[in-house]
């Protein structure tokens, strides 16, 4: 069984033989595209700060040279000046060829097909995170223009990827804080979850899944996201939702998380038996051999302040745990 058809088990709950995992040979690959936008790489501006250009124009800075930083200044100042913004243009199929490369060199992998965002993760940067919330509200209905432009991109670079050849879409979108969502969760429901729902209906049209990552106490709308048709959620904090909470959705859908041990409460106690203890507890959970999970790597340690050796432990764990005669 290769690395594609265990992840394919994996989403359809199809017992497969082993865990998928993201790490020592990843049974997933990432893939680009060569649409061109205004991104450039990050640059050191002074002793201890670091500035880049993003897709959209957006500035973003950090205070040390490894973290993904954060937007400091938006491309947009008032809501109607997108109208005369020339957003990059991801319709032409033939910026999507990288797809083809990278299916050539990992015929058995998973490839997935890196999107900058589903509509608010795009809005947001565009006007600066507190900008666009005052917006968000005050000027609801030209923030709806906007999401709909910034959704028909979306659907463009849905389809080409799935027309190249990739088996899923992914990406980020941090909807909460450690304690809760960003905005109401009716207002989510009325002006983001139609748009999800369309997305997502795009890309099982196409034939291919849905993945996203998101940070934050998102608990109040992940219902709404299985609903939606997202496939698989990307948590770094499983425990931050509660790994009960999360195997309670999988009673009710095949939903299917994609974790590594959780990166702020249980790496940080560098203890090795509570960092394999929650590794197991997530295989027993979430994965029972029959599915519905993926053991992750957070691969960023540096940032998180953390020698490579205590994601290791995680690691060995989800391996040596994570096969199906563990579970008969």
């Keep these: 069984m290769n690395s594609k058809e265990i992840v394919l088990k994996t989403l359809n709950y199809d017992s497969p033989e082993r865990v998928a995992r993201s790490f020592w040979d990843s049974d997933l690959v990432w893939c680009g595209n060569t649409v061109k936008t205004y991104a450039t790489e990050w ?10 250009i993003d897709e959209w124009g957006n500035v973003w800075a950090r205070f040390d040279p490894t973290s993904k930083g954060e937007v400091v200044k938006g491309v947009l100042e008032d809501v109607e000046d997108y109208t005369d913004f020339e957003f990059p243009d991801f319709s032409n199929p033939d910026d999507y060829l990288t797809v083809k490369k990278c299916k050539d060199e990992h015929p058995d992998k998973w490839v997935i097909g890196g999107m900058p965002g589903f509509t608010f993760n795009i809005a947001r940067k565009l006007f600066k995170l507190e900008n666009y919330f005052v917006k968000l509200m005050l000027e609801t209905e030209k923030i709806h223009q906007l999401h709909d432009k910034i959704d028909k991109m979306l659907v463009d670079m849905i389809t080409n990827y799935a027309k190249a050849g990739v088996d ?43 993945f996203m990552h998101s940070c934050g106490a ?7 996201l299985i609903e939606a048709g997202i496939d698989l959620l990307q948590f770094d904090q499983p425990t931050l939702h509660g790994i009960d909470t999360l195997a309670s959705y999988q009673e009710k859908a095949k939903i299917t998380f994609w974790c590594p041990v959780d990166i702020q409460r249980t790496l940080q106690t560098r203890d090795e038996e509570k ?33 490579p050796k205590w994601q290791e432990y995680a690691c060995d764990e ?8 563990n579970y008969v």
């Design 43 to 52: 640059k050191k501006v002074g002793e201890s700060r670091w500035e880049r």
């Design 168 to 210: 899923s879409v992914m990406f980020p979108e941090d909807w909460g804080t450690q304690t809760q969502l960003f905005i109401n969760p009716k207002l989510w429901d009325e002006e983001f979850y139609p748009r999800f729902q369309r997305l997502c209906a795009v890309a099982h049209e196409c034939g291919i899944k849905v």
């Design 218 to 224: 998102i608990g109040a709308i992940i219902p709404g």
């Design 275 to 307: 960092i394999r203890a929650e590794a197991r507890e997530l295989l027993d959970k979430l994965w029972r051999g029959r599915g519905g999970f993926i053991a992750g790597y957070y691969s960023d340690n540096a940032s998180i302040g953390l020698d």
């Design 318 to 325: 989800f391996v040596k745990r994570g096969r199906m005669e």
